[in-house]
């Protein structure tokens, strides 16, 4: 004698709704997002003496396309130019890491 079962699947409960957050007026700053003061070699290449980190590096990689210094046989470093050499201070930059090079070079705004 064979006997068959038919499960049905289990039944979900309804999603929790989610509290609503408070809005206390502005965002706390991260460190990746709040003004730093930067070095006059920085400031000469970026055109700004105070700027965020991440404005920083998405100026940098701009900088490098606008001027098309990628190394032709790998592109993910750079040949610096003359005024990239002072703040980089290599002749070939990974891009990648190249927060290593530019921390030096940016300092927290009290």
């Known amino acids: 004698?064979?006997?068959?079962?038919f499960l049905q699947p289990a039944k979900k409960e309804p999603a929790k709704?989610?509290?609503a957050t408070k809005s206390s007026g502005?965002?706390?700053?991260?460190?990746?997002s709040r003004k730093c003061a930067l070095s006059p070699e920085l400031a000469a290449v970026v055109g700004a003496e105070q700027m965020a980190r991440s404005d920083v590096v998405k100026k940098m990689w701009s900088i490098v396309r606008e001027r098309n210094l990628f190394d032709p046989s790998n592109r993910q470093f750079?040949?610096?130019?003359?005024?990239?050499l002072k703040v980089f201070g290599?002749?070939?930059?990974?891009?990648?890491?190249?927060?290593?090079?530019l921390k030096n070079h940016i300092?927290?705004?009290k």
């Open 1 to 5: 004698m064979m006997v068959v079962c």
């Open 17 to 19: 709704a989610k509290k």
């Open 26 to 32: 502005t965002k706390r700053e991260s460190a990746y």
């Open 78 to 84: 750079a040949l610096c130019d003359p005024q990239l």
């Open 90 to 101: 290599q002749k070939r930059v990974r891009m990648f890491g190249m927060m290593k090079y």
């Open 107 to 109: 300092k927290d705004v």
